[in-house]
Every structure is written in C-alpha cells, then in structure tokens.
C-alpha cells in the first residue's frame, strides 16, 4: 500500500511542477543595491506587460508601497495605465491615495509636484484624484457640539 501511495505522490509532484506558474520577476528585496534607474525602468517595464492582471498590479502596488522612496512619476504613470488597461478604476485611485501617504510629512511639497507631473495622463485616462472625489474629507463629518457657541 505504502508503494501506492509513494507513487502516486510522485505523479502529483510532477503534475504540480507542470501546472506550477511561472515566478514573477519584480522582487525588489532581491536586489537591495540596484541603481535608482533600474529600478524605475524594471517597474515600468513590469506595468507595461500586456498579459499583466489585477494581482500582478496590487502585488507591485505593495512592493512600491514597502520601500523606502516615493514612487517616480514615471513608475505612477506606468500603474496608472495598467489599471486601467484592465479596467481597474478603483484601484488606480487607491493607489493615488497611497502616493500621497508615502510623502509624509514633506505632502505640501512632493504631491503637488507628483501631481503636476501625471496630471496629463490622468486627463487622458479619464482618472479623477482622491481630493477631486471627496476621499481626503471624512464622508459623515459632524460639527463637534462642544464647538458650536
């Protein structure tokens, strides 16, 4: 029984192998020592896959989101394009909202200028910002009673 059961284990490791995807190649921690250029070219080049989905953009979305740098306006441009290549409206948005996060405390001097910059991408893709939806307000916003005299 036990030359049944190894055998077949076998075919299922074979059969895994073969259904098994393909690695993905954007680990940033991987290579800690890669010049800010690459860097930026090898994220453009990943956004800009034609077979690329809407995990493969989130799971690049979150290797951004983990470094230590604000994301170039051409690495914004390049995932702007690709949400909405695969019609990811919601999530070009998110994304614009996690860019303004990642500024920090310098958001008064950074945003503006990466706003500047993928402003006439936004316009063609038809892609509003965060404050042009009303996302940087509370939604149910009261007056504090205390404050009111």
């Not at 799971?59 to 914004?76: E, T």
């Not at 949400?83 to 008064?108: F, T």
């Not at 063609?124 to 009303?134: H, R, S, V, Y």
Request: net charge negative.
């Amino acid at each position: 029984m036990s030359l049944v059961r190894t055998a077949a284990g076998k075919v299922f490791e074979q059969m895994a192998r073969l259904v098994r995807p393909a690695r993905r190649n954007i680990y940033h921690y991987q290579l800690l020592h890669e010049p800010i250029d690459d860097l930026i070219h090898r994220y453009e080049c990943f956004f800009c896959r034609q077979d690329i989905d809407g995990w493969d953009i989130r799971q690049a979305m979150n290797d951004l989101a983990g470094m230590d740098m604000v994301s170039d306006p051409r690495i914004i441009i390049a995932a702007l394009y690709a949400c909405r290549r695969v019609n990811e409206y919601a999530l070009a948005v998110r994304y614009l909202e996690s860019v303004k996060y990642k500024c920090g405390p310098n958001v008064d001097r950074i945003y503006p200028y990466l706003l500047q910059e993928i402003a006439p991408t936004l316009n063609e893709l038809g892609i509003d910002t965060p404050e042009a939806l009303g996302y940087d307000k509370p939604e149910l916003f009261l007056v504090d009673v205390d404050m009111i005299h």
